[in-house]
């Protein structure tokens, strides 16, 4: 087994060299949301909502309403002409209840508690000027609350995860089927909606435990037992599909046997995110980036944390983070390999060729295609030290830095030190001009 990549004192190309630690949450922080370039909420297993200023680290609101833990969020402004564009958030608990909230004034809106089971998701179609809880039902609203339509019981599983997809519609992942429903205005001239399911999707031989649309023509599901599967977001089809890439030992064309003794987490894939060229993979402990268009994993790094991987995020930069159950943040880089004898990816990744045997023309076209596609890895470039327990997410700020939450019930916001540094002698340089104890010379 290979070990995990150590990082030492010296981390010239990580900036976050300065911390902010938030209190206020007394259990597991499990979500944060962005609301606009520099507030957020955090909220988890407390039941509590917090809104905080990214820049300064400033408690801005508690927010109290629900009595179990919270287990979905999402941000959901209005985008009324005739009115100041008004911040809000919808909040799901296990309490059987939605609520929504006022960022600007920390005001509850509004309280839904009409539900049979937890809402387990929620999703915000802006277009459409509705969202969509998702649970043992699938629930259409308007911004004023109002049930618009929803279907029948599902399962008792129920849907854990929803994503947006073109012409009205919306994939929904119930246990190891994904389910396509649309849309469909009502023709009586009313704000109604109906919702219908168009399609089941049975391709998964497990639960699907990760879902990202990449753009309006493709998305991605992955399962627990490391099958990903690319989908045509307009007629649902697959893509391309592969389940055996975390072992490089098997065959192309020979189906894995899932050993019982080989713990599901190792191949489970936790998250997904994505850039329009690649899908980004958090693998059990590893991160794979696998090219939508050459249909093949292009760097991976097996081991990149002690323990599962819980969240994987792109920056724009060519820059990766990465957070895990053992509190660690990571930083990496996707570089280009020099193009000496390159060493090829192992067969077992996400390999294509489980479709049936390629011509022996296709096979040499695929075969100069490869040797002629740069190969890349992934260098650890940076590992940010501070929780004390398993990071369950961030957040990405831009120039005002990085928010982590944690089991430690913790907040932290990672700082660029040198731009903080600056800040601080400029506003200093500012303050004794004002005073006038500066004397120009």
């Known amino acids: 087994k290979s070990s995990v990549q150590t990082i030492g004192e010296e981390q010239i ?29 955090s909220a988890g297993d407390d039941g509590i909502i917090f809104l905080w200023n990214a820049q300064t680290g400033e408690k801005l609101f508690e927010l109290h309403g629900h009595t179990h833990k ?38 509850q809106v509004q309280k839904v508690s009409c539900f049979h089971s937890t809402v387990k998701c929620l999703t915000v179609l802006q277009r459409l000027d509705v969202w969509l809880s998702g649970g043992s039902d699938l629930c259409v609203w308007n911004r004023k609350l109002d049930l618009l339509c929803k279907t029948s019981h599902l399962t008792d599983a129920g849907i854990s995860a929803l994503v947006e997809l073109p012409k009205n519609c919306v994939a929904a992942t119930v246990g190891k089927e994904l389910v396509i429903f649309r849309l469909i205005a009502s023709n009586d001239g009313s704000e109604g909606w109906n919702v219908l399911e168009v399609k089941r999707l049975v391709d998964h031989q497990d639960n699907i435990l990760s879902l990202v649309s990449v753009n309006d023509l493709t998305f991605v599901t992955g399962s627990h037992v490391g099958e990903l599967i690319v989908w045509d977001a307009l007629d649902w089809t697959k893509q391309a ?21 080989q713990s599901p987490n190792e191949t489970s894939v936790q998250h997904l995110t994505s850039d329009d060229e690649c899908v980004f993979a958090a693998v059990g402990k590893g991160i794979y980036v696998y090219n939508l268009q050459m249909k093949r994993v292009i760097a991976c790094q097996r081991t990149a944390h002690d323990s599962s991987v819980l969240h994987i995020e792109k920056l724009p930069n060519r820059q990766l983070i990465s957070c895990s159950e053992d509190g660690s943040v990571r930083i990496w880089e996707l570089r280009e390999k020099q193009q000496l004898p390159a060493e090829p990816v192992p067969t077992g990744f996400f390999n294509m060729w489980g479709f049936g045997r390629a011509n022996k023309q296709a096979n040499q076209a695929a075969k100069k295609m490869q040797d002629n596609t740069p190969m890349y890895f ?29 089991a430690d019930h913790l907040i932290i916001l990672w700082k660029d030190g040198e731009r903080e540094s600056r800040l601080r002698s400029l506003t200093l340089f500012q303050k004794l001009a004002q005073n006038g104890d500066l004397q120009l010379k």
Not at 13 to 39: A, S
Not at 380 to 392: F, R
Request: aromatic letters at 8%; charged letters at 20%; one cysteine or more.
């Open 70 to 107: 919270i287990t979905a969020i999402a941000p959901f402004s209005s985008s009324d002409a005739s009115e100041e564009k008004k911040h809000l958030i919808l909040t799901a608990s296990a309490d059987r209840t939605v609520i929504v909230w006022d960022c600007t004034s920390g005001r």
């Open 378 to 406: 992934l260098e650890l470039v940076g590992d940010l030290i501070g929780h004390s327990s398993a990071v369950q997410m961030f957040l990405y700020f831009g120039e005002l830095g990085l928010a982590t939450c944690s």
């Open 13 to 41: 190309q990580n900036p976050y060299t300065e911390l902010l630690v938030l209190k206020g949450h007394q259990d597991i922080v499990r979500f944060l949301v962005q609301i606009d370039d520099c507030r957020f909420a």
């Open 241 to 261: 599909c592969e389940c055996n890439f975390w072992d490089s030992s098997v065959p192309p064309d020979v189906q894995p046997e899932i050993k019982l003794s």
